[in-house]
Structure formats: structure tokens, C-alpha cells
């Protein structure tokens, strides 16, 4: 067992994209901290799903969202044609489709998490099943993080992006940055992907990094009650002030 200081950080590791590929079962082999975000009605999606949970791992939604390139988002993808009956039913259907899962966050998304009455829909369902949202924050101009704040969904959102690219010390800087980050602010969300480079340096260097920083890793809900926690002291602390 590895001591933690009272003060230490928390960061949260959610690796997206988990469904289609059979080297995505490598994901599995990771910390049961790692939360795994699943693709709807994907080949594996399900099946992976159910082993993670089995290994301790928490299960995301990865919801498929409209992007500003045009890219294709697969099956259940969200996009701004879609009416609200229509989009309401795609976002369940994607829940149901991916045992197991607490929360969601967006796939892509870098038009549609623009968009309120979208965002509005999303955050409906979400409340609707309990579910949190992290916000992968494909775009500065979201507006996922006021919707869902207005339904009182529980959200929270990515601060780093592991493997954009997937050299050695490109990776080594990213998880450098989230322990800092999660230092600093207690705590931070890096988000990555099931590439083969990704899962070996993860392997390979989250034991020794984090416990040498003080940074403890945590499944994505669990930074939830670590933000409730600080909102409430801020307020107490804005209502002494006053």
C-alpha cells in the first residue's frame, strides 16, 4: 500500500473511444481507477463494457457528437438536424447500450456542444438517468458545462489531452502537466485513447509518477464530491466576505 498525504491531488484518466477495436481489451489491463468511455452500439462496446466493470473499472457513455468538420460519428450520433424527440431517444438508446455506465461525455462535438437547445435536450436525459457529464471541452465556444448546471446535471470537464501525439516525450509532458494541474487545483481530468503507445506508457508510468508526486488517481465520479465540497466552501467563504 502506498501512503497518500492528506493534501494530495486527485486526477481522473478516462480513455475515450473504447469499442471497436480488439487491442481496446488492452484498456482493461490498466488500474481499475482508469473510467473507460464506451461507444455506443459498437462490435465490442458491450462486451468490454461488462469485463471492465467485472476488473473495477467505471463506465462512461461516449456520446457521438457533430463536429465542426463534418466528420462521421458512427452510430447514435448526436447532430443539430434531429429533432427533440429524435435526439432524446438516441441519447437513451446509447445509454442502454453500454452496461454499466454512471456518466457521459462527448465524442467529438466541437459544433454541437455549441448549441443550447441541444445541450438542453442532452442534459435532460442525463438528469433524467442520474448520469454525470464531463464536457471533453472539443471546443472553448461549449455550452454543455451552463446546461447542465441549469438541470442540474453533475458535471465536470477535461483539462489535458494525453495523446494528440504519441511520441515519448509528447506523453510524458501531457501527464506531466495533468499531475501539476491536479497539485494546483486538486484536482484535474486528462482524457486518452486505446492506442498501443498510450496503454504501454500508462502502464508504465502511472505507479511510479503519481505516488512520487502525491497525486492519487480516481475514477471520474469521484472527483464529483471533491467539487461539491469546493463550491460549498467557496460559498461559505463569499457569504463570510459579505
Not at 96 to 109: D, E, F, I, Q, T
Not at 211 to 223: D, M, N, R, T
Request: aromatic share 6%.
Amino acid at each position: 500500500m502506498y501512503y497518500i498525504p492528506c493534501n494530495a491531488g486527485q486526477l481522473a484518466i478516462i480513455i475515450d473511444d473504447i469499442g471497436y477495436r480488439h487491442t481496446d481489451e488492452d484498456a482493461l489491463s490498466l488500474p481499475a481507477g482508469i473510467t473507460l468511455s464506451v461507444l455506443p452500439h459498437t462490435p465490442l462496446g458491450h462486451k468490454l463494457a461488462e469485463q471492465a466493470h467485472l476488473k473495477g473499472h467505471e463506465i462512461m457513455v461516449h456520446l457521438p457528437m457533430q463536429a465542426l468538420n463534418g466528420k462521421t460519428m458512427g452510430p447514435g450520433g448526436l447532430n443539430n438536424k434531429m429533432d427533440e424527440a429524435d435526439f432524446k431517444q438516441t441519447v437513451v438508446d446509447a445509454i442502454n447500450s453500454v452496461p454499466y455506465a454512471k456518466g457521459s461525455n462527448n465524442h467529438m462535438g466541437s459544433l454541437l456542444t455549441q448549441l443550447d437547445k441541444p445541450m438542453s435536450w442532452l442534459m435532460q436525459v442525463l438528469r433524467s438517468e442520474n448520469f454525470y457529464f464531463i464536457d471533453s471541452v472539443t471546443t472553448k465556444y461549449s455550452r454543455a458545462e451552463k446546461e447542465a448546471t441549469t438541470f442540474n446535471v453533475p458535471t465536470l470537464r477535461r483539462q489535458v489531452f494525453l495523446d494528440n501525439q504519441l511520441s515519448e516525450p509528447k506523453l510524458e509532458r501531457q501527464l506531466a502537466e495533468a499531475i501539476t494541474l491536479a497539485k494546483q487545483d486538486g484536482q484535474a481530468i486528462l482524457i486518452a485513447h486505446p492506442y498501443p503507445e498510450t496503454i504501454t506508457f500508462l502502464k508504465r508510468q502511472l505507479k511510479q509518477q503519481l505516488h512520487q508526486q502525491g497525486v492519487e488517481l480516481v475514477k471520474a465520479s469521484e472527483l464529483l464530491s471533491f467539487q461539491f465540497a469546493k463550491e460549498q466552501t467557496n460559498k461559505a467563504q463569499n457569504k463570510e466576505q459579505l
